[in-house]
């Protein structure tokens, strides 16, 4: 939508990131290439090295100014993260060891200037001491592993502070201009993420809980929105929202995922013993969605 979107003309970095994840995991999907997609991506990176240090408004598309956010600059990783693994995993030409820097220049920036100590959490933007629960992401991307310190740091910094009756707000209003009056529902792909940080630190009950929480918040017909109305017990925002249903496919998907390398790891049955192909290619892909080779 352009006609009266203000984000129009924003600068939104986290873009080049999604782009770049989307078509690698269509190849490890065995999706048809071509060498017309591979010389658009590798443009893509020759550009973001020149915006990359820029400031932009985010995923969030905020309306108060241009910020370093921290989730953008994850996202300038990913791209040349998953550029490096289509390069090598499908034999693609490229400046691997450019993007190698590139990734390593990016990462050891985000790690000094978002990481908030006194907070012991990662922060919305360098400098600042706002929670954003796009910072969710961090371990699901590949960026840090799920137990790293700073990662349950973040993820208990904001079960702290941006859950409201155990759902998950994307920052507080107060501190950030969205363009609308102070206030909102609690996000539900947000919501979807803490699922996915639950499992991954062995919380397995209580993401069963959360997600089970969140799909019985669905319509007649099975529709998600936006946002819940955790005062009114209702639904707000935009409707229906794909947002919310990616997420509660993917987090789903990586709950089975989870149970499954649990029950092997104890040495419980998950199956019949034999390979499934489909299985396979599902795992690989999801695999190639956090960054895991």
Not at 77 to 86: F, L, M, T
Request: proline fraction near 4%; charged fraction near 20%; aromatic fraction near 8%.
């Amino acid at each position: 939508m352009r006609i009266g979107n203000g984000a129009v003309q924003q600068l939104q970095l986290d873009v080049y990131g999604k782009v770049m994840n989307a078509l690698h995991l269509a190849r490890v999907g065995g999706l048809q290439s071509d060498e017309t997609a591979w010389s658009i991506q590798c443009a893509m990176l020759q550009h973001l090295d020149t915006i990359w240090q820029q400031p932009d408004e985010g995923i969030w598309e905020v309306r108060g100014g241009q910020q370093h956010f921290t989730f953008s600059k994850v996202m300038a990783w990913v791209a040349y993260d998953r550029a490096i693994k289509s390069a090598e995993c499908f034999e693609l030409p490229g400046p691997i060891d450019h993007w190698r820097d590139m990734r390593a220049r990016v990462r050891a920036e985000v790690l000094k200037k978002s990481w908030n100590p006194t907070l012991n959490s990662f922060v919305q933007a360098y400098g600042s001491d706002a929670l954003d629960a796009s910072l969710l992401l961090i371990p699901l991307l590949g960026f840090l592993p799920p137990n790293d310190p700073r990662v349950l740091g973040t993820v208990k910094a904001i079960e702290t502070t941006l859950t409201h009756d155990g759902l998950v707000k994307r920052y507080h209003t107060t501190q950030v201009d969205n363009g609308l009056p102070p206030g909102e529902g609690t996000f539900l792909a947000c919501s979807f993420w803490l699922v996915d940080n639950l499992a991954l630190q062995g919380r397995l009950e209580e993401a069963h809980d959360m997600f089970e929480r969140l799909i019985g918040l669905a319509n007649d017909v099975g529709l998600l929105a936006e946002e819940y109305d955790t005062v009114a017990k209702r639904m707000v925002g935009n409707f229906p929202q794909a947002f919310t249903h990616v997420a509660l496919v993917h987090k789903g998907l990586n709950l089975m995922r989870v149970e499954e390398e649990m029950a092997k790891a104890t040495g419980q049955p998950s199956g019949d013993g034999s390979e499934d192909p489909a299985q396979a290619r599902s795992d690989a892909v999801m695999d190639a969605a956090s960054g895991r080779q």
